[in-house]
Every structure is written in C-alpha cells, then in structure tokens.
C-alpha cells in the first residue's frame, strides 16, 4: 500500500487548506486513513481519522469545528479540510492507512505535506 498526501503550502491565519491522501496498492475500502501532524521539537500528533465506510470519523479536540474528514472511494482519496487555520497548526501533515481507525490501527504511512500558517 502506498500513500501520497498533498495540498500543504502557506496560509495566513484564518485561511483554509485541503490536503489530499491518494491510496494506492490495494482495495483502497479495506482501509481506514488517518491523518497525523508533526511540528518542529514535537512528537507527532493524531488530527483526524475516517472509517472504512465513512460512516465513522474521530478527532482531536484541537480541530473541532475547524477541520474536517472525507473518503472518495471511487478516487481512492481522504481529504482534511481545514478551515480557520492556527499558527499552530504549522507542521508535516501525514496520512495513514490500516485495519482500524484508531492510532494503533495504523500500519502504512506516507511521506507528508508540510502546512505553515502564518500569522
């Protein structure tokens, strides 16, 4: 399984983004996908994740009401919306794909796509 995320760049505070996380490799609805974040001097950090289904999503309490979680299955695609974007919301954003949604369910991982908000 493969993953590519997309769609990071720089923003002003308040603006919004959309990251894109094409899966690629298997039948892209066995899996959850999650995303993750990492700053500078921190550890990486769970954002947002989605079911197999769709039906199911979880998050961090950093990204209520700001930020949300999609599935295209025909385009084997997770999009992360996010709205009313923090400084502190710079970091590398990554996807994650696995058996379950939760962090631990995690198994293969892409290389990231760095977002910067400025202030």
């Known amino acids: 399984v493969q993953l590519q995320a997309c769609g990071g760049g720089l923003v002003q505070a308040g603006g919004s983004l959309r990251l894109s996380c094409v899966v690629s490799g298997r039948t892209f609805s066995r899996y959850a996908v999650g995303w993750f974040r990492q700053a500078p001097g921190k550890e990486r950090e769970f954002v947002f994740s989605i079911s197999r289904s769709g039906i199911s999503t979880y998050y961090a309490d950093f990204v209520k009401g700001r930020f949300t979680i999609s599935r295209d299955n025909a385009k084997n695609t997770v999009y992360l919306q996010m709205n009313s974007l923090k400084p502190e919301d710079t970091a590398v954003y990554y996807c994650?794909?696995?058996?379950?949604?939760?962090?631990?369910?995690?198994?293969?991982w892409g290389k990231g796509t760095l977002v910067t908000v400025s202030s």
């Open positions: 994650a794909a696995g058996s379950d949604p939760g962090v631990d369910g995690m198994d293969y």
